[in-house]
């Protein structure tokens, strides 16, 4: 909720209730509840074809996320290693920070540690691209970041664990 309202508002530069109403998830997230509020059962029509698109999009992320990372030079790619280094190391400590503060013990310390340690998410390329905030350096972002990440994660999960 507050990557898809905050975030935007963020990303976007305004905030905007029009804007926020254009966004695909915000009505449909209303209308799911008003589904699960009365009970009322989806038809069979209107769950195959949210479930047909909802079934396009990551591969629809990963498309456009390769397109810009055709772009990608390779100057970026020092800044790009820089911020991922910085993302999983703020969001490692975030995620110790949480877990003292809430109390968390065991299984639930290691999943908030575990996801908040995890990489930047193609979420945030896209409203980079979106809103032409430097679409191919969040690119590089996502990329380096989920790289690190895949080398980082043993040694966390034996910490977690």
């Known amino acids: 909720m507050i990557q898809l309202t905050i975030g935007v508002a963020f990303v976007s530069g305004s905030f905007s209730i029009k804007s926020l109403a254009k966004m695909p998830i915000i009505p449909a997230t209303l209308i799911a509840t008003g589904f699960l509020a009365t009970e009322t059962p989806v038809p069979e029509w209107l769950y195959n074809t949210t479930n047909l698109i909802g079934q396009l999009t990551i591969p629809l992320m990963l498309f456009t996320l390769g ?73 590089g972002v996502v990329i380096s970041s989920s790289f690190l990440a895949a080398i980082a994660l043993p040694a966390l999960l034996w910490y977690v664990l």
């Open 67 to 139: 397109v810009s990372l055709a772009k990608l030079r390779p100057v970026s790619l020092a800044r790009s290693t820089a911020l991922s280094v910085l993302r999983l190391g703020m969001g490692f400590g975030v995620g110790l920070g949480l877990s003292e503060v809430m109390g968390l013990t065991g299984m639930e310390r290691g999943v908030v540690i575990l996801q908040c340690s995890m990489p930047v998410a193609v979420f945030c390329y896209l409203f980079a691209q979106l809103y032409n905030r430097e679409p191919e350096e969040v690119a």
